[in-house]
């Protein structure tokens, strides 16, 4: 079994239905870091979802993947990667935990051609 760190945009898209992220997401070992626990409850709210869903949504993620808290070396490593990668502070933080053996599932642009990161284009239904 694979072992994934999983980016909020692939949660979202997971939740929304789109398939392309569904293997990766039933099939590998997880990790979830904090910070993108918290930008799936900004992004599910800003969308309209009530709490109880957004809750039953973190709730999965909570029971299917480890969740690493941001710790010294992350949060370090996430403030440089910001300048290096080109990335916003919550997506570096968010990378940070990326490594070759456990590369980091995304369905964000941002991610597209980045080193221990597997982007998935997903075209949205109209």
């Given at each position: 079994?694979?072992?994934?760190?999983?980016?909020?945009?692939?949660?979202?898209?997971?939740?929304?239905?789109y398939?392309?992220?569904?293997?990766?997401?039933?099939?590998?070992?997880?990790?979830?870091?904090?910070?993108?626990?918290?930008?799936?409850?900004?992004?599910?709210?800003?969308?309209?979802?009530?709490?109880?869903?957004?809750?039953?949504?973190?709730?999965?993620?909570?029971?299917?993947?480890?969740?690493?808290?941001l710790?010294?070396?992350?949060?370090?490593?996430?403030?440089?990667?910001?300048?290096?990668?080109?990335?916003?502070?919550a997506?570096?933080?968010?990378?940070?935990?990326?490594?070759?053996?456990?590369?980091?599932?995304?369905?964000?642009?941002?991610?597209?051609?980045?080193?221990?990161?597997?982007?998935?284009?997903?075209?949205?239904?109209?």
């Amino acid at each position: 079994m694979s072992s994934l760190v999983i980016d909020s945009s692939a949660w979202i898209d997971y939740f929304e239905g789109y398939g392309e992220v569904k293997d990766y997401i039933e099939k590998s070992k997880l990790k979830t870091p904090t910070i993108a626990i918290a930008e799936i409850v900004r992004v599910l709210e800003k969308k309209g979802k009530s709490k109880e869903k957004i809750m039953e949504s973190v709730g999965y993620i909570k029971d299917i993947s480890a969740i690493p808290e941001l710790d010294f070396q992350h949060a370090i490593s996430g403030a440089y990667l910001c300048r290096s990668e080109n990335l916003d502070f919550a997506d570096a933080l968010i990378y940070s935990y990326a490594t070759k053996e456990e590369p980091l599932l995304t369905t964000d642009l941002d991610f597209k051609d980045k080193e221990n990161a597997i982007y998935i284009a997903i075209r949205k239904k109209k």
